[in-house]
């Protein structure tokens, strides 16, 4: 039996509280589910009931779901072991350091500023993100930035030669039969995010600035899926179904140990890492701007899944980024293996 009461409260809670306007949710143990739809879809211009069906704007997910799974695939392949250079795809990148392990666990150290970043056209764009120099930071801190999956997502595009977002459908999303995952959603069947400061309602559009100027080059956002298919891709790297992502079981297993150096915040290929409260076993954690989040236990084979438009209808909510951290923390609680 699921009893995760706690957490479902606080997740409740946050529209109860008026802190996100809905929220779709999922908790998973072994090989049962629990599904909740709480709350509306949009607030403005009206008020919409939310359908348990709703696609949302998946933001960072995208890294992990589809970015991430493409590197993963050429690794088990053979093609990559993640110790190549940077430079090896782009040869304009100037620093030679830079290996795409670095990329996949932010800890590159690539960070700047780059001067009217949303008005610059994707070539333009790209070409600043290249540019970028190598900080002080480089494997000593782990900086978690779009910039480093944008980079990777140019790798990948390097390697197939389609635009990165065409790669991850044809090399997961297809694969996976995920039919409400797409980066084209109808949208009607999308939860609006943030208003731009022209006044435009974002629904299905993504709402990250630089992957509505990058498009299909973008491998750092702009997925959208439903609860459904994302329960699916869970069940997956828990081990629970072998028929989702194109990936073998031992490559999914690996991805729950730390990746980066000792004395920097612990991640794993793409993923954040989070650790069970009694005996420290990793669970893989990844949250989204717009509002998503996925916790994923293998061990007990137990995950939580959470969408909401946190960003709607203000694109400010910093209310909701400490309730997330208290939702998360309830999780572990609650999750400790009862035998």
């Not at 589809?66 to 620093?95: A, H, M, S, Y």
């Not at 000792?262 to 990844?286: A, E």
């Not at 959470?306 to 998360?328: Q, Y």
Request: with cysteine; glycine share 6%.
């Amino acid at each position: 039996m699921i009893e995760f009461f706690k957490t479902q409260h606080l997740i409740e809670s946050m529209v109860s509280e008026r802190i996100v306007p809905g929220v779709n949710y999922a908790f998973i143990k072994k090989k049962q589910v629990f599904t909740s739809t709480v709350g509306f879809a949009s607030l403005m211009p009206e008020i919409e009931q939310l359908s348990p069906f709703a696609l949302y704007d998946l933001a960072s997910l995208t890294k992990v779901l589809g970015t991430t799974n493409v590197f993963l695939k050429l690794k088990e392949e053979g093609k990559l072991n993640f110790t190549e250079p940077l430079q090896e795809f782009i040869p304009e990148f100037k620093d030679d350091r830079i290996r795409l392990n670095h990329l996949l666990t932010h800890t590159s150290g690539i960070r700047g500023w780059i001067p009217n970043r949303d008005e610059l056209a994707a070539p333009d764009l790209l070409k600043a993100i290249i540019g970028l120099p190598v900080t002080d930071e480089f494997e000593t801190k782990m900086r978690y930035a779009d910039t480093n999956f944008i980079l990777l997502g140019l790798v990948l595009e390097k390697i197939y030669g389609l635009p990165v977002q065409d790669v991850i459908r044809q090399e997961i999303i297809l694969p996976a039969k995920l039919k409400e995952t797409t980066f084209h959603p109808k949208a009607s069947d999308c939860v609006p995010t943030a208003y731009t400061e022209q006044g435009e309602l974002l629904q299905g559009i993504v709402h990250d600035p630089k992957a509505r100027v990058l498009g299909k080059d973008c491998g750092s956002a702009g997925l959208f899926s439903n609860l459904e298919d994302l329960i699916k891709m869970t069940q997956a790297y828990l081990g629970l179904r072998h028929d989702i992502l194109p990936l073998k079981q031992d490559t999914l297993a690996n991805l729950f140990q730390i990746e980066t150096p000792k004395n920097v915040h612990p991640r794993s290929w793409g993923w954040d890492l989070r650790f069970d409260p009694v005996d420290q076993h990793p669970l893989i954690y990844h949250t989204g701007f717009t509002g998503t989040f996925i916790l994923i236990d293998r061990l007990n084979q137990t995950a939580m899944v959470v969408l909401t438009n946190r960003i709607h209808p203000s694109g400010h909510n910093h209310v909701f980024l400490a309730m997330r951290e208290k939702i998360v923390d309830t999780f572990l609680k609650e999750n400790i293996y009862k035998g």
